[in-house]
């Protein structure tokens, strides 16, 4: 069966900044798990980052940036945590890398794991179009990152049969 990396809060564990999770509905589960074979990653807390931890967002530029060293990821409190989430990054696409996988579900808004949105780094609560730090890295190599909106949308385009 096809593998997919998920991220772990999507998946039910409570690895967030805040310590909580961000469960998908129990329906995802469901056609995840008839499709897929799940492989949990939080890039975070592979890195080495506690649970909880303090809030962080991509300041001055893109995901693309901070993997050019051009641009930098900060904690609530002013701390430079960019080599953290580099790190993190890194491991989430080794783990890709040495399972043959081709598929994510990232987790939306996260400076790490988000997809199509991330916030805005002004710590103000406002979110822009962007992708977090690992997200932009697997799809640098190739492998296709969902967001849980748009791994539903395209589930529901395919037939419910498991993916060889
Ligand atoms: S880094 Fe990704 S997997 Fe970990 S808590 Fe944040 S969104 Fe979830």
């Given at each position: ?55 962080a967002e991509i300041v001055g530029g893109s995901a693309q940036l901070v993997l050019q ?61 962007g992708r977090g730090v690992t997200a932009e890295l697997l799809i640098k190599h190739g ?18 049969t498991s993916r060889d």
């Amino acid at each position: 069966m096809e593998k997919l990396l998920i991220s772990a809060c999507l998946a039910g564990d409570k690895v967030r900044y805040n310590g909580q999770s961000l469960p998908i509905s129990g329906q995802l589960d469901a056609l995840l798990r008839a499709n897929f074979e799940l492989v949990k990653c939080c890039p975070e807390v592979a890195s080495g980052m506690p649970i909880p931890r303090a809030s962080a967002e991509i300041v001055g530029g893109s995901a693309q940036l901070v993997l050019q060293a051009h641009a930098r990821v900060e904690d609530n409190q002013g701390h430079n945590v960019t080599d953290d989430f580099v790190r993190g990054a890194n491991m989430a696409l080794q783990l890709c890398l040495s399972n043959n996988i081709r598929y994510a579900l990232l987790a939306q808004g996260s400076p790490s794991c988000g997809s199509e949105l991330v916030y805005d780094g002004t710590f103000s609560g406002v979110k822009k179009p962007g992708r977090g730090v690992t997200a932009e890295l697997l799809i640098k190599h190739g492998i296709t990152v969902f967001s849980p909106d748009s791994i539903q949308e395209y589930l529901n385009q395919q037939p419910h049969t498991s993916r060889d």
